[in-house]
């Protein structure tokens, strides 16, 4: 049973992560047109995108794959510091001092890593589906595009996250105390914290385009200002 849950809960991960790839590349290629003073339509928008919907998910899988690779190799570090400040902490020396020490540190540089990979490739998918590239060829353009950006960047993806939990939180939050006051194993908090999850999630469907609006402006401006 529990071998079943853990299988649809990926296969559910997956779909999710293949839907919003696709939503992702038809709302940049809305804000592109609207950006050019072009109108545009979800079924329009959606069109184009179909054939570029094996890109996306390659994309995807590239940019998994190598935040995966970082994960594991700091994984691996991090084991073994951890081991080496067990051992040394067995004969108590102070060497299980460093060995934590070192285990926090490659923890913090993991989580430094990924963010440093995410910021990189933030500009594929505008590249992706606006210039027609392959899914290698987008993660190098965005390498290039995001050059002298980072902070840019870095404060959009900020900015859009703090509204977007913001929202979250301000709708979903009465929902939530509603349901801790009237006690979460009875049935009206149940019904309270379903419409809190209701309503949480829609406040992020409302405010997550902000993100994709904000990476496909950025990505207009760089490239005016370099081409």
């Given at each position: 049973?529990?071998?079943?849950?853990?299988?649809g809960?990926?296969?559910?991960?997956?779909?999710?992560?293949?839907?919003?790839?696709?939503?992702?590349?038809a709302?940049?290629?809305?804000?592109?047109?609207?950006y050019?003073?072009?109108?545009?339509?979800?079924?329009?928008?959606?069109?184009?995108?179909?054939?570029?919907?094996?890109?996306?998910?390659?994309?995807?899988?590239?940019?998994?794959?190598?935040?995966?690779?970082?994960a594991?190799?700091?994984?691996?570090?991090?084991?073994?510091?951890?081991?080496?400040?067990?051992?040394?902490?067995?004969g108590?020396?102070?060497?299980?001092?460093?060995?934590?020490?070192?285990?926090?540190?490659?923890?913090?540089?993991?989580?430094g890593?990924?963010?440093?990979?995410?910021?990189?490739?933030?500009?594929?998918?505008?590249?992706?589906?606006?210039?027609?590239?392959?899914?290698p060829?987008?993660?190098r353009?965005?390498?290039?595009?995001?050059?002298?950006?980072?902070?840019?960047?870095?404060?959009?993806?900020?900015?859009?996250?703090?509204?977007?939990?913001?929202?979250?939180?301000?709708?979903?939050g009465?929902?939530?105390?509603?349901?801790?006051?009237?006690?979460?194993?009875?049935?009206?908090?149940?019904?309270?914290?379903?419409?809190?999850t209701?309503?949480?999630?829609?406040?992020?469907?409302?405010?997550?385009?902000?993100?994709?609006?904000?990476?496909?402006?950025?990505y207009?401006?760089?490239?005016?200002?370099?081409?």
């Amino acid at each position: 049973t529990i071998m079943l849950l853990f299988a649809g809960m990926m296969v559910a991960l997956v779909i999710y992560a293949v839907v919003y790839m696709i939503a992702l590349g038809a709302t940049t290629l809305a804000v592109s047109e609207l950006y050019v003073g072009r109108p545009a339509t979800i079924v329009q928008v959606y069109r184009q995108v179909r054939s570029r919907i094996g890109g996306l998910i390659l994309l995807m899988l590239l940019i998994a794959l190598r935040i995966a690779g970082l994960a594991i190799g700091a994984s691996i570090v991090i084991g073994l510091a951890s081991a080496a400040a067990a051992i040394a902490g067995a004969g108590g020396g102070s060497a299980a001092i460093v060995g934590g020490l070192a285990a926090m540190v490659a923890i913090v540089a993991m989580a430094g890593g990924i963010v440093f990979l995410m910021l990189r490739y933030a500009m594929a998918v505008p590249s992706l589906v606006l210039e027609g590239l392959t899914a290698p060829k987008s993660i190098r353009r965005s390498i290039e595009l995001t050059r002298g950006r980072m902070g840019r960047v870095f404060l959009l993806v900020l900015c859009a996250s703090m509204v977007t939990y913001a929202a979250m939180i301000l709708l979903q939050g009465p929902f939530a105390a509603g349901a801790y006051l009237s006690g979460l194993d009875t049935t009206r908090g149940f019904w309270l914290s379903i419409a809190g999850t209701v309503a949480g999630t829609v406040g992020g469907t409302l405010t997550s385009p902000f993100l994709v609006i904000g990476l496909a402006v950025l990505y207009y401006d760089a490239r005016i200002r370099e081409e």
